[in-house]
Structure formats: C-alpha cells, structure tokens
C-alpha cells in the first residue's frame, strides 16, 4: 500500500480554549508532540517522515517535545511532554489549527544550572537484520533538580522521564526533593523496568541543584520492523511558577 503525504497540522489550547480546523486523516508512522505548562497546551501532528514539535511555556517556565522518524526528545524546566511516533497501521484523525503568535522555542537547559529541568534525547533504528529494533537514551539526557525551589508553599520538585513500546519496552526514571519537617531537603531517586539496575551519576552543583545523569547511552534491543515500531517518550518536571508570565503555545 503506497502512503501519500501528509502535512503538518497542529492543534493548540491557549487559556482554556480550544482552537480547532479542519480534519485530515494520517497513515502509519505518524508523528505526534504535545507540552502542556500550568493548564496551557500545545499539541502538534506531522504524517510519515514528517516533523511535530511542541513548545508551551508561561514567563521563563517552558516545556518542548519534539517527534520525527526514529528520534524524540523533551526538555524544558516545568509542565509535561509527550512525543510519540505511531508505527501501528490504525489511521489517526488529527485537527489542524494555524500557529498561534508568540510561543518562541527555547534553548536546551544547561546541566548544573539554576533550577529544575531535564533533557531527554531518545533515537531508535533497525539493526543490520531488519528484525530489530534498537533503543538508545543519549548520554546527554539529565533530569534535575534544584533544592532552592523548595518553601513552605512548595514542598516538593521533581523531574521524570518514561519510555513505552509497543514490544513490551517499558521503564522509568526520576529524580524528587522533599522539605522535610525540619526544613531540611532530602533527595531520592526512582527507576523501575528497563532503567532498572543501569548505573547512573548523582552530582550535587553549586546553588543546591542536583542531576542524575547516566554514565553512557543506555540501549536496549528488542523485536519488530520499522514499519510496525511504535515508541513514546515522556517526561515532566514539577516546579514552582513563575511569578507572572504571559501563557504561549506554539507547534508545528
């Protein structure tokens, strides 16, 4: 069966209020991003070979997903992302939205800098057999935390990121800090299925921030063709909001 192509449509949620167009219907290998910062979401479709990208933020609060063939990423320093590359051959409908104003991308955030964040950078490819897929987190993904976001009114912080496929690949990692009740903080770690046993770094930086940071490209093999492969990555970073800001999504 010959694919067609598709465009890149979006669909954006500014204040509470949805904004809607046209449908299309996208095949097999579709691309899809969302971020959503404190109730604004921003949601973006791309077709086979196609481009989604995400970017919600409010004042120096963001959140960016990104999706295109065999490589994903999130990052930003408050809310949540999902991107998610569907290999399954059941058509999706997508809403198609013009992008809003405003919403520029950010720069990646800086290991070992003020304030909570993470980078994600997930890649997959099929092996020399074709039967095969392999799934590498890069050396470069950190989630972090930053112990001088914790007050009375914000007990906890928190970074998190998870990847799911449709082969049974599935696992998570965090990084939390509590203030306990002696003002103290405490930082702990959580890895469940596939980041389980994978040895990672905890560094402590100047100004009370905290990374976990694995100490190589952690990969995994596991069965299926490119053409049925589905994988997601999500992450999400709990921390405090901006004083005041200015809500903007953008997607493309």
């Known amino acids: 069966m010959k694919h067609h192509a598709h465009r890149i449509v979006t669909a ?3 204040g509470g209020a949805l904004v809607l167009g046209s449908a299309v219907l996208a095949l097999a290998g579709q691309q899809h991003a969302r971020s959503t910062v ?6 973006s479709y791309g077709a086979e070979n196609g481009v989604a990208e995400c970017t919600a933020s409010l004042g120096r609060r963001w959140n960016q997903s990104h999706e295109q063939n065999g490589l994903n990423w999130i990052h930003g ?3 949540s992302g999902h991107a998610h590359h569907h290999g399954s051959h059941t ?8 992008n809003p104003e405003g919403g520029a991308a950010h720069p990646l955030p800086v290991l070992g800098s003020a304030g909570s964040s993470e980078y994600v950078l997930q890649t997959w490819a099929a092996d020399a057999t074709g039967t095969n897929m392999i799934v590498t987190w890069s050396p470069k993904s950190f989630l972090q935390v930053d112990l001088s976001e914790l007050s009375g009114t ?4 928190a970074s998190r990121a998870s990847l799911t496929a449709n082969t049974g ?46 100490r190589g490209p952690v990969s995994w093999t ?12 999500d992450g999400s970073v709990d921390s405090p909001p901006p004083p005041k800001g200015r809500l903007d999504a953008t997607g493309t």
């Open 154 to 157: 914000q007990r906890s912080v």
């Open 12 to 14: 954006v949620v500014l």
């Open 91 to 98: 058509p999706i409908m997508q809403r198609a939205t013009p």
């Open 38 to 43: 404190f109730g604004g979401l921003c949601e």
């Open 169 to 214: 690949l599935s696992g998570s990692v965090e990084l939390s800090a509590t203030l306990g009740v002696r003002k103290t903080a405490q930082t702990s770690t959580r890895l469940t299925g596939a980041f389980k046993g994978v040895p990672f770094d905890l560094v402590k930086h100047p100004g009370g921030v905290v990374s976990l940071q694995f």
């Open 77 to 79: 320093n408050s809310g």
């Open 222 to 233: 596991v069965r299926a063709t490119p053409a049925a492969f589905d994988i997601a990555l």
